[in-house]
């Protein structure tokens, strides 16, 4: 499992923000010119496998794109060029952000 989330940071460019979210996720950050290059790197990593990202198009706009991972409980935003991927560290926390995150794109 470790080794497909290392293939992301490095395929993506990320480095280690050195802090958490309010859920207690490891942060990782970077840029992209697009979101379609980032779903590309993402689909490259996992073609052969049944436990990558998948995009929340209702979390999406012209602006702001998001993928979540299950399996790996991530979730990978880019928004207007940045990048920040987030790792938690347990189900709970990983649920917590989601749910975090819906009632903030919710609104926004």
Known sequence: MK????????????EDAKRTNS????LYTG????????HHSL????KD??????????WCDSYRSVW???????TLTWCEGDLTLSISPSAEAFYNELADAARFYKDN
């Open 68 to 74: 979540i991972s299950i399996f790996h409980r991530c």
């Open 49 to 58: 496998s049944q436990s990558g990202f998948i995009q929340e198009v209702d």
């Open 43 to 46: 689909r490259c990593i996992f």
């Open 31 to 38: 840029i992209a010119a697009s979101a379609s290059d980032a």
């Open 23 to 26: 859920s207690g996720s490891t």
């Open 3 to 14: 080794d497909l989330i290392d293939s992301i940071i490095l395929a993506l460019g990320l």
